[in-house]
């Protein structure tokens, strides 16, 4: 890490610890995460509102691409460390990124971009957000700051949004296994999609792949799986507004091309939403779990001492 980049970090993490710190705010430590669930609100009575939850302002991540402008480094590269959001419903991180150097990833120059793993909730955007991030490239002293190669973070901020929680994806009807040489899992807002004229004059509905959210994506190799046919994603929570509708596509790649299929979920403020859809000669299940937002930590813990008097 370059001198002056570390003073300035640390120079940040004093100022926070005086404002937000234990002994102030209680927000705890520096490194801690937050701790409220992204479906803090999904077993509330729908149609019961609650003084703690609203729908808001959020930031939806789309991916952070590492970039090197000066052409000084060498492909690939191993990256490790974090990548986090604050906002004001705790001041506490929000993990998008985090391996030890142990588990680093490797990038390459066609390939430049983070595995993301989160938020772990909806990101409230009702005021600024901070975004910290500390990257490291394994085996050498580089940093990922201005002297090195920049982070470059894709975003979108929507309005009035829910938070919706990718329960399971799963395979429930087996023909033959479709995803033995990989798949992808993606999800995204319906007003995202582009109608697009082809060669013959046929209009299609294409995905812009600059605004969807990756849940996973395994290519020449078998998909990670768990029991009963649940896929292993790497991300679960996305925020969608709740005038729009949630599309969530499911593909399939082979040596031939791949198959895909989608399914799409009206938002809802709390509840749970299950679909199905077809996917060559299988069916795959998909659970979504709805939740309005947590403005305030302070709002939730004065709803709590309302509803023990």
């Known amino acids: 890490m370059v001198g002056e980049e570390r003073i300035s970090f640390a120079d940040y993490r004093i100022c926070w610890e005086s404002t937000w710190g234990s002994n102030t705010e209680l927000c705890g430590g520096f490194e801690d995460t937050t701790t409220f669930s992204p479906m803090h609100f999904t077993q509330c009575t729908p149609g019961i509102p609650q003084l703690a939850s609203v729908t808001g302002s959020t930031l939806q991540i789309y991916t952070i691409k590492i970039a090197e402008p000066n052409g000084k480094l060498d492909w690939p590269l191993y990256v490790y460390g974090v990548v986090a959001a604050r906002d004001t419903v705790d001041n506490n991180r929000n993990l998008l990124f985090c391996r030890s150097r142990a588990n680093c990833q490797m990038l390459t120059e066609e390939d430049s971009f983070l595995r993301l ?10 005021d600024p957000v901070i975004f910290e991030v500390e990257l490291r490239i394994k085996d050498g002293a580089v940093h990922i700051g201005r002297r090195s190669c920049t982070a470059e973070l894709s975003l979108e901020l929507l309005d009035n949004s829910v938070q919706a929680t990718i329960l399971g994806v799963r395979v429930v009807d087996v023909a033959s296994w479709p995803f033995e040489h990989g798949g992808r899992v993606a999800c995204y807002s319906r007003s995202a999609e582009v109608m697009a004229i082809d060669s013959q004059g046929i209009a299609k509905v294409t995905d812009p792949r600059s605004r969807q959210v990756i849940l996973l994506d395994y290519k020449g190799k078998e998909i990670p799986v768990g029991s009963n046919g649940y896929l292993h994603l790497s991300r679960h929570v996305v925020s969608v507004n709740i005038l729009d509708t949630l599309k969530v596509t499911v593909q399939a790649y082979s040596p031939s091309g791949c198959i895909a299929a989608h399914v799409y979920f009206t938002p809802k403020r709390c509840n749970i939403s299950q679909d199905l859809c077809v996917l060559g000669d299988s069916k795959v299940e998909v659970t979504v779990a709805w939740s309005r937002l947590v403005q305030n930590k302070m709002d ?7 509803a023990q008097t």
Do not use: D
């Not at 793993?117 to 009702?126: D, E, F, H, K």
């Open 117 to 126: 793993t989160g938020p772990s909730r909806a990101i409230l955007a009702v």
């Open 300 to 306: 939730v813990s004065t709803e709590a001492i309302i």
